[in-house]
């Protein structure tokens, strides 16, 4: 079992940006593909970003393309998601997770190995 951390949530103004971090403190992060989910007040939880364990495999929902970056920093152990011109609609918590199958266009939840404990990112207008 990986225990992933994220951090780096918190309040932004609309048009701001924000950087996600999630690391691991038992596990080496670049030998697993990372997906990047985020779960509204009411709503169910969503893929918004995944990268394959080589990074040459990524994928970004809709909702987010253009707009967000994930990116890895090895020396570091840790997997980055670069936010840019949020949005209230981005208010979330966010977590980050291992992929069962690899990074797919079906970023699923039935698809995630393990869980962080995720991160409040609220945005306002």
């Known amino acids: 079992q990986v225990q992933l951390v994220e951090s780096g949530g918190e309040w932004v103004q609309s048009g701001g940006s924000l950087r996600l971090s999630c690391t691991a403190s038992?596990?080496?992060?670049?030998?697993?593909?990372i997906g990047w989910f985020r779960q509204a007040p009411g709503k169910e939880r969503e893929g918004v970003s995944c990268?394959?364990?080589?990074?040459?495999?990524?994928f970004y929902s809709d909702s987010v393309k253009g707009r967000f970056a994930m990116s890895r920093d090895r020396a570091k152990n840790a997997v980055y998601l670069d936010m840019n011109n949020l949005t209230p609609e981005d208010t979330a918590v966010y977590y980050c997770?291992?992929?069962?199958?690899?990074?797919?266009?079906?970023?699923?939840?039935?698809?995630?190995?393990?869980w962080g404990q995720g991160t409040q990112v609220t945005v306002s207008s």
């Open positions: 038992r596990s080496t992060l670049h030998y697993f593909p």
């Open positions: 997770a291992t992929l069962k199958f690899g990074c797919l266009r079906s970023l699923q939840t039935s698809g995630v190995d393990d």
């Open positions: 990268s394959s364990s080589s990074d040459s495999v990524t």
